[in-house]
T-cell receptor, first 114, second 113 residues
Framework: DQQVKQNSPSLSVQEGRISILNCDYT??????FLWYKKYPAEGPTFLIS?????DKNEDGRFTVFLNKSAKHLSLHIVPSQPGDSAVYFC?????????????FGPGTSLSVIP | DAGITQSPRHKVTETGTPVTLRCHQT?????MYWYRQDPGHGLRLIHY???????DKGEVSDGYSVSRSKTEDFLLTLESATSSQTSVYFC????????????FGSGTRLTVV
């Protein structure tokens, strides 16, 4: 039973347009959410995070939106660039400082077409 | 550089043999984790450590054991490798907890034949 779901295995977007990656979660105890980016043959790298007390967090071209009532979050990339082509993992945890489990979704492969 | 290295990067082993993967960090971070990545499953936690000699199980710990005798090293052992353990294994480190973001190693691709 996946607690963190990314229902789109892949997404293709034209360069310069907006990329929207979606994530749903089932566990209402999750309090902190993260996005990771992964290139082939490399480890994932932390991208951006959001606490459940916020509904939006922005960092340059990347914005994460959280709808706690719907248990849904999304990552917006504007404008999309070819270098953004990677697999994006959504992740969730119960506490920011917890060393306990961080649960990852299955990932969405983003292709940005020049 | 991230200060975390995994070895080996690639390994092919036979069913039934023991295998040990090593994670080494130079960041002096307290928390270390082993994940496996499989298509359709994302990253799943195998074991984690919250200090020297302090370890606990993750969601897919069956068939795996870990040891941490020094802050900088976290070893993952497959007691008797099976084909279902063919995967890419990632080590991650964190100073204060998962919510601050992990730093991942580059991974070990393990094939069990």
């Amino acid at each position: 039973d996946q607690q963190v779901k990314q229902n789109s295995p892949s997404l293709s977007v034209q360069e310069g347009r907006i990329s929207i990656l979606n994530c749903d979660y089932t566990n209402s105890m999750f309090d902190y959410f993260l996005w990771y980016k992964k290139y082939p043959a490399e480890g994932p790298t932390f991208l951006i995070s959001i606490s459940s007390i916020k509904d939006k967090n922005e960092d340059g071209r990347f914005t994460v939106f959280l709808n706690k009532s719907a248990k849904h979050l999304s990552l917006h990339i504007v404008p999309s660039q070819p270098g953004d082509s990677a697999v994006y993992f959504c992740a969730a945890t119960k506490m920011k400082t917890s060393y306990d489990k961080v649960i990852f979704g299955p990932g969405t492969s983003l292709s940005v077409i020049p | 550089d991230a200060g975390i290295t995994q070895s080996p990067r690639h390994k092919v082993t036979e069913t039934g043999t023991p295998v040990t993967l090593r994670c080494h960090q130079t960041e002096n971070h307290r928390y270390m984790y082993w994940y496996r990545q499989d298509p359709g499953h994302g990253l799943r936690l195998i074991h984690y450590s919250y200090g020297v000699k302090d370890t606990d199980k993750g969601e897919v710990s069956d068939g795996y054991s870990v040891s941490r005798s020094k802050t900088e090293d976290f070893l993952l052992t497959l007691e008797s490798a099976t084909s279902s353990q063919t995967s890419v294994y990632f080590c991650a480190i964190s100073p204060v907890g998962g919510g601050y973001g992990y730093t991942f190693g580059s991974g070990t691709r393990l094939t069990v034949v």
